[in-house]
């Protein structure tokens, strides 16, 4: 079955201090990969994503993130967080299920503490 | 600015009353969810809509109701069916009928309590 797995529930980082969250997933095909964010009390807001081509792609905020099929990853980097990078990060999978129909499989969630 | 709106932020209900959670949206998008947020967890997907006066459930869709009489509206409404109602209520949409690779836009939320 199709799943996302953020194995890190929490993540604490010093500001000024690089970032890398992680995102493992199971799917048989290659995958359209998401990674969003969402700030306490809002709605989720999309960071990046990957259809194809390049393995490497890059965000919005200064965040890039590299797809790794051998490893069936999808990591989202920052080399230098800011305080306002503060939030919950969501990796999501598109997948095409049995029934052809497409769906997204969200991870749950990795929170990101930053220490001043 | 185009976007998705959802009323009320909070909402806060007894026990055995059905409630109907708002979602509005302007840009012209065919595509709308119904999401819910629970701590620790993904978003599960509660309904869908492509398009107007057609709407297919979700993973977790006993319970809730929706309709999508217009384009731009997707109300969902909480029945008194739903073993366990208080949660974070997300709204979203695409632009693309089919979902396939179209990014969601989201709504802010309803915090629902149900006591």
């Known amino acids: 079955a199709q799943s996302v797995t953020q194995p890190d529930i929490h993540i604490t980082v010093s500001e000024g201090a690089s970032l890398e969250l992680r995102c493992n997933y199971s799917?048989?095909?290659?995958?359209?990969l998401f990674w969003y964010v969402q700030s306490p009390g809002q709605g989720l807001q999309l960071l990046l994503k990957y259809f194809s081509g390049d393995t490497l792609v890059q965000g919005i905020k200064g965040f890039e993130a590299e797809f790794k099929r051998s490893q069936s990853s999808f990591n989202l980097r920052k080399p230098s967080v800011h305080w306002s990078d503060a939030a919950e990060y969501f990796c999501a999978v598109g997948a095409l299920l049995m029934d052809s129909n497409y769906q997204l499989i969200w991870g749950a969630g990795t929170k990101l503490i930053i220490k001043p | 600015d185009g976007g998705i709106t959802q009323s009320p932020k909070y909402l806060f209900r007894k026990e055995g009353q059905n409630v109907t959670l708002s979602c509005e949206q302007n840009?012209?998008?065919?595509?709308m969810y119904w999401y819910r947020q629970d701590p620790g967890q993904g978003l599960r997907l509660i309904y869908y809509?492509?398009?107007?006066?057609?709407?297919q459930k979700g993973d977790i869709a006993e319970g809730y109701s929706v309709s999508r009489e217009k384009k731009e509206s997707f109300p969902l409404t909480v029945t008194s069916a739903q073993k366990n109602p208080t949660a974070f209520y997300l709204c979203?949409?695409?632009?693309?009928?089919?979902?396939?690779?179209?990014?969601?836009?989201f709504g802010n939320g309803t915090r629902l309590t149900v006591t």
């Open positions: 840009l012209n998008h065919d595509a």
């Open positions: 809509s492509q398009i107007v006066n057609d709407f």
């Open positions: 799917y048989g095909a290659t995958p359209y």
């Open positions: 979203a949409s695409s632009k693309s009928k089919a979902l396939f690779g179209s990014p969601l836009h």
